[in-house]
């Protein structure tokens, strides 16, 4: 078997044990849970007033089997990534615009920093105020919430770039825009994608406190409405819908960022390389040593085959080339005396 195939095996099963011990670690924790509501511990915290995962489980299916659920989702859902694609397209935009224009950066950067401390959440009344509309405030909120992020990161992500790339671009007659879109957009996708996953994580956050304070859909608002009713296992619905959902949403902006950067190195291609040359080192280690013993041989052979040279005599296999080129010119010139 090949080193790189082997090594990627090895990264197959490194994976599977991976997942397997997430699971396991989740399995750990809900039965750790089920142990502490059943039983009523009361160890400074009060677990006996907490649901347990079965009562958990039964309200879950009991809002599958009706249609308020999946209209919560779909509205928050539709919230998240509307603010967040605004976001991610004024944020990357901004990001590369103030970190190749110093001129930008001047005008622009001074009240993005000064708005960029204040919590997006803080930004509700604002909404409430600027907006008509309790929606259109609720996605400027999320829009606010990633938007700093990705346009944080996509600056450092620009200003890292080697200029020595942009310099051979322009060495070869490419423009602005070439060198844009084939060099600076390129080389600054896995800073950008990093400012996006944080963007996500904290997006959420924000639409689901906008929710609570002034949805009337969605899972935020549903759960602070089971809050607000004491259905405490309403409460945890909600709450494990939207772990859920940021998950996967972080978990597709990480799958599309791998696939949109498979020109990088990835640690497995690096350990499989590695390997590579180690085995190519130990090959070239064992042709030397092929090579040393046939020459071995061959000085044997040869010495045998002069066995009558002289006592002290150096054998003819080590003589040098200048004594051999003497020991020619000799024979010449006792050929030509003996022909006079």
Do not use: N
């Not at 039964?58 to 990534?81: C, H, K, P, V």
């Not at 103030?98 to 509700?124: C, F, G, H, K, Q």
């Not at 825009?177 to 957009?185: R, S």
């Amino acid at each position: 078997m090949r080193p790189g195939r082997r090594v990627r095996g090895r990264a197959t099963a490194a994976g599977l044990r991976r997942w397997a011990v997430r699971l396991g670690s989740l399995v750990v924790v809900v039965a750790l849970w089920q142990w502490l509501t059943t039983a009523d511990v009361r160890a400074g915290l009060r677990f006996d007033r907490l649901p347990s995962p079965v009562e958990v489980a039964s309200e879950f299916s009991r809002q599958l089997a009706g249609g308020l659920y999946y209209l919560d989702l779909a509205q928050s859902m539709i919230r998240i990534l509307t603010g967040f694609a605004l976001a991610s397209v004024a944020g990357i935009a901004l990001g590369v615009l103030v970190a190749r224009s110093r001129w930008a950066a001047d005008v622009l950067l001074p009240p993005v920093e000064v708005v960029r401390p204040i919590p997006a959440i803080a930004l509700v009344p604002i909404a409430i105020l600027v907006f008509p509309t309790d929606e259109q405030g609720i996605v400027f909120i999320t829009f606010a919430a990633a938007f700093f992020p990705i346009m944080v990161s996509t600056r450092h992500a620009v200003r890292a770039l080697p200029t020595l790339w942009e310099d051979a671009v322009r060495t070869m007659g490419g423009g602005r825009a070439h060198v844009l879109w084939h060099v600076v957009l390129p080389g600054t996708l896995p800073g950008v994608f990093g400012g996006l996953s944080v963007g996500m994580g904290v997006a959420w956050i924000c639409v689901i406190s906008a929710e609570m304070i002034s949805g009337e859909f969605g899972v935020g608002y549903r759960t602070w409405h089971a809050y607000t009713v004491v259905d405490y296992p309403a409460v945890l619905v909600g709450m494990a819908s939207i772990g859920v959902l940021g998950w996967l949403t972080s978990a597709s902006i990480e799958l599309l960022g791998r696939r949109l950067t498979r020109w990088l190195p990835r640690a497995e291609e690096r350990a499989g390389g590695k390997a590579g040359e180690r085995a190519g080192d130990k090959a070239e280690e064992r042709t030397d040593v092929r090579a040393g013993d046939r020459e071995t041989h061959e000085r044997a052979t040869f010495e045998q085959a002069a066995g009558g040279r002289a006592p002290g005599e150096r054998p003819a296999f080590d003589r040098t080339v200048g004594e051999r080129e003497a020991g020619g010119r000799e024979a010449g010139q006792g050929v030509e005396e003996a022909a006079r």
